[in-house]
């Protein structure tokens, strides 16, 4: 089915490969993204493309359409120059309820003047010592909540600015963080842009180190650029987070708790408590606009080292699950797979690894075949890309059942150890096995890889992921509950095979003004 010709991408913004593609077929296959892709260019594509690569930011109508055509592909991200701060950007801090502290004020205020001399923040909430504190560094106060949907649209009431950074009070922002962000608003589709966040370094004991670390794994997107969209699912022609991206494993319910946002394109929700800044940021991406992670633009925020404030932090956002579908009439929000991916899945934890193999198998055979059909991409490299694309919706999956099914995992761990001590029922025994690995293989991998910010053994690692877990199905039920709403609890199926072709406008004589059908014609085979 032909598509309608994307809007060329704008002067001067550049584009960056997402790691997962590869090149085959001499250059002329881009095979990779999620769900998996190929796309044909012709000659001339090609050529634009390495300039691309090389770093060369596309000029000609040509080669602009063409990078937005991989960028909606998710074949490729925007790569924008850092734009300067001026007048037309506003920096508001706010504060994540309660009073604000003035030391983690001070930190932030010295930060920004350090960075963006001449700046005035913007201080929304702050309150005696504080205030006073804002003040004598130049910033300006304005009441508020401190917090919070309220503290969102305070500062969206007073600040005349095109652009809009919004940072926690305690935040450190990097160098660049700002200008590396608002690079992205020469696109005037995107609306918002998130940079990536880390754990702020300070001194702490052995579990509150490794709360802060177990934190900082689910705000994190991880090292590369990414669309971002509601519940972490694709919007077809909008590409997905490919699989060896971190960004696919953070929280999608995790507070958004820095933000460089278009002023017009944002409307607050009074109602989204804790997950105002998420609300705003999907709102913004369901009406059309892009929203954009950044990683190049960093800043740092103090992570929960309590145990307590950790799992309270797990249940009440995962919480908040069902009423933000009840608001977006969403009737599903759990991971998005493919059906063979999801039968595998629930084949493994039926206690039939074998048959779950065998239908995962043949799903990616299907999906391999696919990508050779229109676009032409060679078997062996359509092969690879199934497997990431399987490999990841089952890694997904399993993530949602400790996280949302976790009483009937641990419930099957517990009848099967039982089934044990009796000796009979093999497959119910097999069944907790599976269970119990679901529950805890991924934190003890996690342990492996972080082990520089795990100060305690694996197991303690483990038993506070697998307790967190816990506490965020727990939440998910408690919102489920409460609202009405089962979304949380359903996975989002996606559509079956299908290819589609992707026709481009060529330009005459390098001129905008004159456009004909394209005499090269691009394919996409999606699935």
Known sequence: MAR???????????????????????????????PPRALRLPATGVGSVIRGISGARPTDLDER??????????????????????????????????????????????????????????????????????????????DGPTGGPGALAAALAVCDGEFLALL????EPSPGWLENALGHFVDPDVAAVIPRTLAVRRPLGPSGMTVAALHALRADRGADPAPVLPWGHGHRGRGRPSPPEEHGAADPLEPVRVLVARR??????????????????WRAAE???????????????????????????????????????????????????SPHGLVALLSVLGGRPVSGLVIGAAGAALTARGLTGEAGAPTLEAVRPAVVDLTSAVRAGARTARTTWWPVLAGMVVAGAAAGAGGRRRGLVRGAFLAGAVLTVPHLASWRRRRGTATVGPLGWTALAVAGDAACALGTWWGVARSGSLAPLIPRVRSPLFSTSLESPQVGAGSEGSRTKSSWGSHVSES
């Open 4 to 34: 309608p010709t994307p809007a060329p991408l704008p002067r001067g913004l550049g584009i960056e490969i997402d790691r997962s593609v590869r090149f085959t077929d001499e250059g002329h296959v881009l095979v990779g993204g999620t």
């Open 65 to 142: 359409i063409l990078a937005r055509t991989l960028v909606e592909a998710g074949l490729a991200h925007p790569c924008p120059a850092p734009a300067a701060l001026d007048e037309r950007t506003r920096i508001v801090l706010i504060g994540r309820g309660g009073a604000i502290d003035p030391a983690a004020l001070i930190t932030t205020l010295d930060l920004i003047a350090e960075h963006h001399p001449g700046a005035r923040p913007l201080v929304v909430g702050a309150t005696g010592i504080a205030a006073r504190t804002a003040r004598a560094r130049g910033a300006r106060t304005v």
């Open 168 to 171: 926690e009070a305690g935040a």
């Open 264 to 281: 017009a394109a944002v409307r607050v929700s009074h109602d989204a408590g804790e997950l105002a800044g998420t609300d705003l940021v």
């Open 287 to 337: 009406e059309g606009w892009s929203v954009r992670y950044e990683p190049r633009s960093r800043v740092r925020l103090p992570m929960p080292d309590g145990i307590g404030t950790y799992l309270r932090s797990r249940f009440v956002h995962a919480a908040e699950g069902g009423a933000t579908a009840r608001r977006y009439g969403r009737w599903a929000t759990g991971p998005e797979m």
